[in-house]
């Protein structure tokens, strides 16, 4: 069976053989921070960013998915959109509304380069299929890559999550309990998932890592500014060196969250794709149940990754 270690490095050969081609040296823009307390998509964040940079490479221009700076965006050779698993109209009535956000950007800037990160895509309305043609570099699914090509008119491939880029990690400390429900509560959870549940097992926990402590965002900006504020202060480095340092500051805290209740069980159950990749990298035994509209499976069948973890219909 392939080990942690293994499946890690075939994971960022694919990240580096689809992305690499899209960019290089010349300026560019990575938007849709996600500045809410979902470690998923953190996670995915941190990927990009260690992506980059092991290439040598940063974004001179950072934005959260809530604005668009037409005037900065202008002088970039590429526009890169963060990926995850929002591609679709399935959270269109949420805010922020990530699909509003990337056709708008699309819309803005039809001559220059965007580059989608790897993204899962889920429609329930047809219309919604048409309005959202436009640029898609990178899907995470088989599924996924098939319904681009079907509906897209531009290049695209099969790329890993690139919560990958991020590496094996360490587990915060041994584990204490047993088993982690870590369920979704959102329009994804997987049916049933909850309903009817079984008596716990002795010393395990069920939760969600939706909920973060109130100091995160002002431990973050203060650690920034430790940083990089006197540079800032005498003109030494640009805005946009000291917010990307907030946001991945943020970031960080909102990962190691998500660590440390990972790494206090011995085995964990969930239908959040993003808890079977760190569990990957942490090497934590894990059990997956399907999302609401499949994107665990597919994605496990499009890596080949469930020699890490199994996978189940329901509890």
């Not at 870590?182 to 909920?211: C, F, H, Q, Y």
Request: aromatic content about 8%; charged content about 25%; proline content about 6%.
């Amino acid at each position: 069976m392939e080990s942690p270690v293994e499946l890690v490095t075939r994971m960022n050969q694919e990240i580096d053989r689809v992305v690499s081609p899209f960019v290089n040296q010349k300026p560019f823009a990575l938007l849709d921070f996600p500045d809410y307390p979902n470690v998923g998509d953190s996670a995915i964040w941190l990927g990009n960013i260690a992506f980059f940079s092991r290439k040598g490479l940063a974004p001179s221009c950072i934005s959260r998915m809530t604005r668009i700076d037409s005037e900065r965006l202008k002088g970039q050779e590429t526009i890169v959109l963060s990926g995850g698993g929002n591609f679709g109209d399935i959270w269109s009535e949420h805010w922020p509304n990530c699909q509003a956000f990337r056709e708008a950007v699309m819309e803005r800037f039809p001559g220059k380069k965007i580059v989608q990160l790897p993204q899962s895509i889920h429609f329930n309305s047809r219309r919604n299929v048409d309005s959202a043609a436009r640029a898609i570099e990178a899907l995470r699914d088989r599924k996924s890559l098939d319904f681009a090509r079907k509906n897209f008119q531009c290049q695209v491939g099969l790329c890993p999550d690139m919560a990958y880029a991020l590496g094996p990690l360490a587990r915060s400390y041994p584990p204490k309990k047993n088993v982690l429900f870590l369920l979704r509560t959102d329009i994804e959870r997987a049916s049933n998932a909850a309903d009817g549940m079984p008596k716990l097992p002795s010393n395990s926990d069920i939760a969600d890592w939706l909920v973060e402590p109130f100091w995160i965002a002002g431990a973050a900006i203060m650690a920034a500014m430790a940083t990089h504020g006197l540079s800032f202060a005498l003109k030494r480095i640009p805005r946009e060196r000291l917010v990307r340092k907030y946001f991945d500051n943020k970031a960080r805290l909102r990962l190691a969250r998500g660590l440390r209740l990972l790494s206090n069980y011995k085995t964990v159950v969930s239908d959040r794709l993003h808890v079977h990749i760190l569990c990957c990298l942490l090497g934590i035994p894990h059990i997956m149940l399907d999302n609401s509209y499949g994107k665990i499976g597919g994605f496990m069948d499009a890596f080949s990754t469930k020699g890490q973890g199994s996978i189940a219909p329901t509890i």
